[in-house]
Nanobody, 115 residues
Framework: QVQLVESGGGLVQAGESLRVSCLASRSIFSAAAMAWYRQAPGKQRELVAIIGNGGSTNYADSVKGRFTISRDNAKNTVNLQMNSLKPEDTAVYYC?????????WGQGTQVTVSS
C-alpha cells in the first residue's frame, strides 16, 4: 500500500496563494489517478481536483480557474497550486492515490484562509 504525506499547508490571507504537495512512498506512475480532497469543519469531505494517468484533469466548480493540480511521476509527487484563496477554502486538504486494486489517503494538511 502506498503511503502519502502532504505538506505545504498554512495560514494565508484572502487573495493570496499557497501550494500543497503530496509525496508518495513509491511510484505513482501506475496510479489510475491522483486527487486532492478537502474537509471543512462540520462538512463532508469533497473532491477538489483530480488528475488522471494521462494528465487529464477535473475540478470542483468552486475552485475552477483558481486551483491547478499537477503530477510529477519522476518525483512521486502531486501538487495543488491554489490562487486567489477565499475564506471558504479553509479546510484540511487530503491527497488520494487511486490505483487499480485500491486507494490510499494521506493524513492531511491544514489550510486556513483569513478574511
Amino acid at each position: 500500500q502506498v503511503q502519502l504525506v502532504e505538506s505545504g499547508g498554512g495560514l494565508v490571507q484572502a487573495g493570496e496563494s499557497l501550494r500543497v504537495s503530496c509525496l508518495a512512498s513509491r511510484s505513482i506512475f501506475s496510479a489510475a489517478a491522483m486527487a486532492w480532497y478537502r474537509q471543512a469543519p462540520g462538512k463532508q469531505r469533497e473532491l477538489v481536483a483530480i488528475i488522471g494517468n494521462g494528465g487529464s484533469t477535473n475540478y470542483a466548480d468552486s475552485v475552477k480557474g483558481r486551483f491547478t493540480i499537477s503530477r510529477d511521476n519522476a518525483k512521486n509527487t502531486v501538487n495543488l497550486q491554489m490562487n486567489s484563496l477565499k475564506p471558504e477554502d479553509t479546510a484540511v486538504y487530503y491527497c488520494k492515490y487511486i490505483g487499480g486494486t485500491g486507494s490510499s489517503w494521506g493524513q492531511g494538511t491544514q489550510v486556513t484562509v483569513s478574511s
